[in-house]
T-cell receptor, first 114, second 113 residues
């Protein structure tokens, strides 16, 4: 059962335009969400997070939106740059048996075209 | 400051063998988590340790075990290797507690032949 889903395996965007990456989840107990970026041969790098008590969090070019009723979150990158080309994972966290576990989606490969 | 380090970077084993992977967290971080990432999938949670105690375990068989040492470094052991254990094994560290972003190491690429 895939509790965190990224239904778009890939996305191509022109440099300078907006990139929108989507993520859906099924478990209403998730209360903290994160986005990670991963380059080949490197571990995932934390980008931005959001608590379930908020619906938006912004950090520079990156903004995460959370729609709890739809169980949906999205990452907006504006403006997109070629260096943003990577695989992006969303992750959700919930308190389970006294500890927080992170469930990751399958990732979306973003390609920013110069 | 050094980030999360993992060793070795690459490893080739044969079926039935045992393997030990190592992780050193960021200085000051007391929690370490292990993940398995198979090609085309997201990281799958294996274990979480905090202050040397196991705090969480994912849906992995008992062939997988781990421990955390007094200096907060950690080892992941996998016994009786199967071909399906071939993956990138990631270690992540946090200060501990809730809502701390996890900082990942570069991973160990394990290939089982």
């Amino acid at each position: 059962d895939q509790q965190v889903k990224q239904n778009s395996p890939s996305l191509s965007v022109q440099e300078g335009r907006i990139s929108i990456l989507n993520c859906d989840y099924t478990n209403s107990m998730f209360d903290y969400f994160l986005w990670y970026k991963k380059y080949p041969a490197e571990g995932p790098t934390f980008l931005i997070s959001i608590s379930s008590i908020k619906d938006k969090n912004e950090d520079g070019r990156f903004t995460v939106f959370l729609n709890k009723s739809a169980k949906h979150l999205s990452l907006h990158i504006v403006p997109s740059q070629p260096g943003d080309s990577a695989v992006y994972f969303c992750a959700a966290s919930a308190l389970t048996s006294g500890t927080y576990k992170y469930i990751f989606g399958t990732g979306t490969r973003l390609k920013v075209l110069a | 400051d050094a980030g999360v380090t993992q060793s070795p970077t690459h490893l080739i084993k044969t079926r039935g063998q045992q393997v030990t992977l190592r992780c050193s967290p960021i200085s000051g971080h007391k929690s370490v988590s292990w993940y398995q990432q198979v090609l085309g999938q997201g990281p799958q949670f294996i274990f979480q340790y905090y202050e040397k105690e196991e705090r969480g375990r994912g849906n992995f068989p008992d062939r997988f075990s781990a421990r955390q040492f007094p200096n907060y470094s950690s080892e992941l052991n996998v016994n009786a290797l199967l071909l399906g254990d071939s993956a990138l094994y990631l270690c992540a560290s946090t200060m501990g507690g809730a809502y701390n972003e996890q900082f990942f190491g570069p991973g160990t690429r394990l290939t089982v032949l």
